[in-house]
């Protein structure tokens, strides 16, 4: 069982509000990473960070920011929330950009 | 562009049974990694075979790799019904330092 944690792990929430998403990791892993994911469909990458104070946009383009003031912190926000958001967000870690990455539960946004 | 693909979308089969999962990608890779992902999860690592190798094997799994076709299998041998969940292949592009990129996914159900 990876130590990798994400809350919530449900939400729901009206359009217009802000969201922040939270994901921590007790590996000391450097690498972190979001994905957004809908149901049955593949993961796409949307922001990762291989280090505190770095952080980059990933390959799906999306209105979220993210933090990364500390190692084992990286929280996503939704400045203000939109049906279209409605998804599954997935945090991910790893030592290496190109070895394991490890998972945490996800959140499973939906937004009214 | 998606780096790996893979086939089929869905498979269905009886306990007991062998399921074999294909993933196709198109860039040089350094590795190539499996998933495993139950409904509504988060992702958990199965096994990673290096472009330096053939096949590997984990317990009931057994992972190879053609580079020369660019495409890998994964077989689960004598599966379960807790097998049942969604498989993903994950590449890097052969860059030092890039995220992973995952395919689509294959379903599995095993039924008792």
């Known amino acids: 069982e990876a130590d990798i944690y994400q809350t919530p792990r449900y939400l729901v929430i009206g359009t217009g509000k802000k969201i922040t998403l939270e994901c921590s990791q007790t590996?000391?892993?450097?690498?972190m990473y979001w994905y957004q994911q809908d149901p049955g469909m593949e993961l796409h990458l949307i922001h990762y960070?291989?280090?505190?104070?770095?952080?980059e946009k990933g390959d799906l383009s999306s209105e979220s920011t993210v933090s990364r003031i500390r190692t084992e912190h990286f929280p996503l926000t939704l400045e203000s929330a939109r049906p279209s958001h409605t998804s599954q967000y997935l945090c991910a870690s790893s030592g290496n950009p190109q070895e394991t990455q490890y998972f945490g539960p996800g959140t499973r946004l939906l937004v009214l | 562009s998606q780096q790996g693909e893979e086939d089929p979308q869905a498979l269905s089969i009886q306990e007991g049974e062998n399921a074999t999962m294909n993933c196709s990608y198109k860039?040089?890779?350094?590795?190539l990694q499996w998933y495993r992902q139950n409904s509504g999860r988060g992702l958990v690592h199965l096994i990673l075979?290096?472009?330096?190798?053939r096949e590997k094997h984990s317990g009931r799994l057994r992972v190879t790799l053609d580079t020369s076709k660019k495409s890998s299998s994964l077989l689960i041998t004598a599966s379960r019904a807790a097998d049942t969940a969604s498989y993903f292949c994950a590449t890097d592009a052969g860059q030092a330092g890039t995220a992973l990129i995952f395919g689509k996914g294959t379903t599995l159900s095993v039924s008792s």
């Open positions: 075979i290096r472009s330096n190798e």
């Open positions: 590996m000391g892993h450097d690498k």
């Open positions: 860039t040089s890779i350094n590795n």
């Open positions: 960070s291989y280090g505190v104070n770095s952080t």
